[in-house]
Nanobody, 126 residues
Framework: VQLQASGGGLVQAGGSLRLSCVAS????????MGWFRQAPGKEREFVAA????????YYTDSVKGRLTISRDNAENTVYLQMNSLKPEDTAVYYC????????????????????WGQGTLVTVSS
C-alpha cells in the first residue's frame, strides 16, 4: 500500500487547511484510515480515524469540533479538514492505513496501522 499525503502549509491562527491522503495498492474502500501528527520534540500522537464506510469516526479531544475526517472511496482519498487552527496544531501530519481485519473500527492506536504516508507539514503562526 502506498499513501501520499498533501495539503500542508503555513497558515495563521484561526485559519483553515484541508489535508488529503491518496491510497493505492489495496482495496481502499475496505480499509480504515487514520491521521496522526508529530510536533518537534514530541512523540507521534493520534488525531482522527475513520472506518471503511465513514460511518464511524473518532477524534482526540484537543481537535474535536475543529478538525473533521472524511473519505471518498471512489477517489481512494481520505481528508482532514482543519478549521480554527491553533499554533499547537503545528506538526507533521501522517495518514495511515489499518489492516483489513480492522476495517470496521476507527482506531486511535498507532500500532494497529500497518502502512504510513510520508507526512505533510502544517505550520500555524500566532
Amino acid at each position: 500500500v502506498q499513501l501520499q499525503a498533501s495539503g500542508g502549509g503555513l497558515v495563521q491562527a484561526g485559519g483553515s487547511l484541508r489535508l488529503s491522503c491518496v491510497a493505492s495498492g489495496r482495496t481502499f474502500s475496505s480499509t480504515a484510515m487514520g491521521w496522526f501528527r508529530q510536533a518537534p520534540g514530541k512523540e507521534r500522537e493520534f488525531v482522527a480515524a475513520i472506518n471503511w464506510s465513514g460511518s464511524s469516526t473518532y477524534y482526540t479531544d484537543s481537535v474535536k469540533g475543529r478538525l473533521t475526517i472524511s473519505r471518498d472511496n471512489a477517489e481512494n482519498t481520505v481528508y482532514l479538514q482543519m478549521n480554527s487552527l491553533k499554533p499547537e496544531d503545528t506538526a507533521v501530519y501522517y495518514c495511515a492505513a489499518a489492516p483489513l481485519k480492522y476495517s470496521n473500527y476507527a482506531d486511535s492506536d498507532p500500532y494497529e496501522y500497518d502502512y504510513w504516508g510520508q507526512g505533510t507539514l502544517v505550520t500555524v503562526s500566532s
